[in-house]
């Protein structure tokens, strides 16, 4: 178990993998989409990857979160570009997140929803190659056309977008974006022109939900008001 420190609203010590027990993301749906939520790290100059990757932002207890979100949701949501840099792979491996999807009343692999403008995905990659991976690709300009596909052929009620920052400027555009997920990591990047996790947009208001703490990083939870 992965201990975090609840900073805000109520102080209180809280394991990461029970984050989202009580949080039933699918329930907020407004009608005729899911619900959607987006997971992201940064640095504290606001970097969004190190070496072109997340991985040197990344920490157990980022990791934890990143697992409890994965295991809450119908879906994953991910741009073509992410899937590269990342080289992803199926969402829910580990057995035991597997069953608590099962209880929950969820399909035990969410949904890899995925999307491109050009159709030009990245086969090769273990998510497009795993049997036991549940993918939906779209070809299209909007992303919301995506998410709302999803929720009519596949019943999809919650969604969990993990970027990257092309997509999640998208989204926001689309007005499809109801809360963010920042990882705040105890690291200062440097360097010019950093790749933040919006690659474009227009200033968006935030409210602050929660602030956790957890490997001398901050994990915030903010709802995005305004979206659509
Ligand atoms: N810090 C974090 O938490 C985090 C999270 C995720 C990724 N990253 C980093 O971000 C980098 C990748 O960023 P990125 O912005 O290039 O990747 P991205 O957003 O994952 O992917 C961009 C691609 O998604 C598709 N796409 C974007 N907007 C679209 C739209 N409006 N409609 C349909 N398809 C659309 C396009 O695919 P086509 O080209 O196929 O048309 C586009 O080229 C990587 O280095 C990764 O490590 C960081």
């Given at each position: 178990m992965t201990a975090l420190r609840r900073l805000f609203p109520e102080p209180e010590e809280v394991e990461a993998e029970a984050l989202?027990?009580?949080?039933?993301f699918a329930a907020l749906a407004p009608a005729g989409r899911p619900y959607v939520v987006v997971n992201m790290v940064s640095s504290?100059?606001?970097?969004?990857?190190?070496e072109g990757k997340t991985k040197l932002l990344s920490s157990d207890a980022d990791r934890a979160v990143f697992h409890a979100l994965r295991t809450a949701v119908d879906a994953v949501m991910v741009g073509t570009g992410t899937l590269r840099a990342e080289h992803y792979g199926r969402m829910v491996r580990d057995e035991r997140r597997r069953e608590i999807r099962r209880e929950r009343g969820l399909e035990p692999e969410p949904l890899a929803i995925v999307c491109s403008r050009t159709g030009d995905f990245p086969d090769d990659i273990p998510l497009f190659t795993d049997p036991e991976a549940r993918v939906f690709t779209h070809v299209g300009p909007a992303p919301g056309e995506a998410v709302r596909r999803a929720h009519t052929e596949h019943g999809v009620r919650s969604v969990l977008l993990e970027g990257g920052p092309t997509l999640n400027a998208a989204m926001l555009a689309d007005r499809m974006v109801d809360e963010l997920f920042l990882t705040v990591a105890?690291?200062?990047?440097?360097?010019?022109?950093p790749l933040t996790i919006l690659s474009d947009g227009h200033p968006t208001p935030l409210e602050l939900r929660w602030a956790l703490e957890g490997d001398g990083a901050l994990f915030l939870r903010y709802a995005v008001t305004g979206s659509g």
């Open positions: 989202f027990a009580d949080v039933d504290t100059d606001g970097r969004a990857t190190l105890p690291l200062l990047a440097g360097g010019a022109a």
